[in-house]
């Protein structure tokens, strides 16, 4: 690339020769090697050459936002070099995020932007089994492209068949190691194309949880990227209202706030792996607050008006988010390295905004902030419980009074009802003016008017008692 000036410098010329055959000429770099690594990575970069020969069978996810806004919809590879070259030329700091990289892609894209064939390598090269959670290196230097690993775990899932299927170019390992379930790897890769732009590449989701949704509802895989102090690595959380956990609408979420450009931007370079994934990772876990706050206050405001067992159902599932973001939020504070720390509290994006409390905490900060939310928005939580089954007690309340007063309505009726049952079944048909036998017919109406008034006569008497009572334990209450 051409030296870096005042302002945005364009980009050196791409050369007049194929990408293919760019990566071929780094492949006779290692025709005598001289250790096990560099044969690994002559086959990677043999089988990227196999993927450069390919056709494109699946376009990928193009995500371009330029100073915080998103672009116009990108389907193609030359569209998305004119828009790159016009924000270039305006000085705009530009964002590119591709899903599941085509051959066409990288064909193009390399030969446009001149990138670093290694870079593609470092993307297609999977680790190890052995070293997959093993924790990984990382350098604050001026690297304009950078490879964080990540890790699957599909919790649950055991024995399961099929796992070597990927929809991505790129194949992944996909395999069950036991006691373990069901593991994957991923990888975030971008690169530093000029002082303007930055170029994301990430996986597309497996479709294995999708398989076995009915057996496990409300399961997500776990994804830990080994670059904190513990073996277990940062957990980067699926935003909560995704049903799979996509790395390109994470990183879509995450470029919709413009203050993380300045970040990105700021450094010489490619901003280094843990400063980018803390920041990543709290971005995601404010996202995921603020979309929780926002369903337990719904919930909590308007629909426990109208209580029901399906509201029951929504506060476990969001008291479930929470419990899980408490516990990784909890454990990503504990095992932070000290150099990120330092390098967000030495960033001049900090310092410069160092009288303004809100701008002036860094990432690592916010961890703490957002915990600290979580815990109030669990008792929050709690609160709406209460209020559920004060909603559901009142409700109980309501239908018992209703049901008594149509218990009222039917005693009233019996005041008519019960005596004429009681005359018809003292008399029958034995009547003169029927069958010519019997009593005569006023002796039953003189009866049925009897009967009648006896009824709303002990009727009168009861209501009348029980008023009386009522009003005198009315008056013993207000002594």
């Excluded at 680790?127 to 350098?139: F, G, I, R």
């Excluded at 949704?213 to 409300?218: G, H, I, S, T, W």
């Excluded at 450094?267 to 843990?274: R, S, V």
């Excluded at 005569?440 to 008017?449: M, N, Q």
Aim: glycine share 4%; charged share 20%.
């Amino acid at each position: 690339m051409a030296a870096i000036a005042d302002g945005i410098p364009l980009m050196d010329p791409p050369t007049d020769k194929p990408y293919s055959s760019r990566v071929q000429d780094i492949l006779s770099t290692f025709s005598s090697p001289e250790s096990a690594s560099t044969t690994e990575w002559s086959q990677w970069t043999v089988n990227l050459l196999k993927m450069l020969r390919q056709t494109d069978e699946n376009k990928p996810k193009i995500y371009y936002t330029s100073n915080g806004k998103m672009r116009p919809r990108v389907e193609t590879c030359s569209d998305l070099v004119a828009l790159s070259a016009d924000d270039q030329a305006s000085e705009k700091k530009a964002i590119c995020v591709i899903e599941n990289i085509s051959p066409g892609f990288i064909e193009e894209l390399g030969s446009a932007w001149d990138l670093d064939p290694e870079f593609f390598i470092g993307h297609a090269k999977n680790p190890n089994l052995e070293d997959l959670w093993v924790k990984q290196s990382t350098a604050y230097d001026t690297c304009k492209y950078r490879h964080l690993l990540g890790a699957f775990e599909y919790h649950g899932l055991r024995g399961q068949k099929g796992l070597n299927s990927s929809p991505n170019y790129f194949p992944r390992l996909c395999f069950e190691h036991p006691p373990y379930s069901v593991q994957s790897n991923t990888f975030i890769s971008y690169y530093r194309v000029h002082l303007g732009l930055y170029l994301f590449l990430v996986d597309a989701p497996l479709d294995i949880m999708t398989r076995h949704v009915e057996l496990y509802p409300r399961m997500r895989p776990t994804l830990r990227l080994m670059y904190a102090t513990n073996r277990g690595g940062v957990v980067l959380p699926q935003l909560f209202h995704q049903a799979k956990h996509s790395l390109f609408d994470s990183l879509k979420a995450f470029f919709q706030h413009g203050w993380h450009l300045a970040l990105l931007f700021g450094a010489e370079g490619a901003i280094p792996h843990e400063p980018f994934l803390y920041l990543l990772s709290n971005s995601l876990w404010i996202s995921n607050l603020n979309y929780l706050t926002s369903e337990i206050h719904r919930i909590s405001f308007v629909e426990v008006r109208n209580p029901s067992l399906k509201i029951n159902n929504a506060l476990h599932d969001r008291r479930e988010n929470l419990a899980s973001m408490k516990a990784s939020l909890t454990e990503t504070i504990k095992y932070i390295p000290t150099a990120a720390v330092e390098y967000f509290n030495k960033h001049d994006y900090f310092l410069n905004n160092a009288a303004i409390r809100w701008n002036s905490v860094t990432p690592i900060e916010s961890h703490q902030g957002t915990l600290d939310a979580v815990v109030q928005l669990d008792h929050v939580l709690m609160e709406t419980f209460q209020l559920l089954m004060s909603s559901i007690s009142l409700r109980d309340t309501q239908l018992s009074i209703e049901q008594s007063q149509r218990a009222t309505r039917l005693t009233q009726l019996a005041i008519i009802y019960v005596p004429l049952s009681f005359v018809t079944g003292l008399f029958g048909m034995n009547v003169q003016q029927i069958n010519a036998t019997g009593l005569p017919i006023w002796v039953c109406f003189v009866t049925l008017a009897i009967m009648i008034m006896l009824t709303a006569g002990i009727f009168w008497f009861l209501h009348a008692r029980a008023k009386k009572k009522k009003k005198k334990e009315g008056e013993r209450n207000d002594v």
